[in-house]
């Protein structure tokens, strides 16, 4: 499901870049977000097998952080793409 879940998204991402409907980028957006959530219960499963509960806090704050991290990086990195190369790139670079 994880490995699924994965190349799904990627798929999804790339067409996300290719298409110019607003009602298809929703859609789009949508069905990228289910599949990316088939990686929560896998990746919460890894980090208690991982990770023995005395230090398992702090992975797991590491691994909260890095969405936040990345939620931050990203609308840069896209609008730094989008402005300099146009449009279609901030949503294929990132």
């Known amino acids: 499901v994880f490995a699924l879940g994965l190349l799904v998204t990627g798929c999804l ?55 936040n991290l990345g939620g931050f990086a990203i609308p840069i990195l896209a609008g730094s793409a989008a402005v300099t190369l146009g449009w279609r790139y901030g949503l294929f670079i990132p």
């Not at 009602?23 to 896998?42: I, R």
């Open 13 to 67: 991402n790339i067409a996300f870049g290719l298409s110019s409907s607003v009602a298809l980028f929703g859609l789009l957006w949508g069905l990228n977000g289910v599949f990316q959530g088939t990686a929560t219960p896998q990746c919460a499963k890894l980090m208690t097998n991982w990770f023995p509960l005395e230090i398992r806090g702090r992975w797991w704050a590491v691994w909260n952080t890095s969405h």
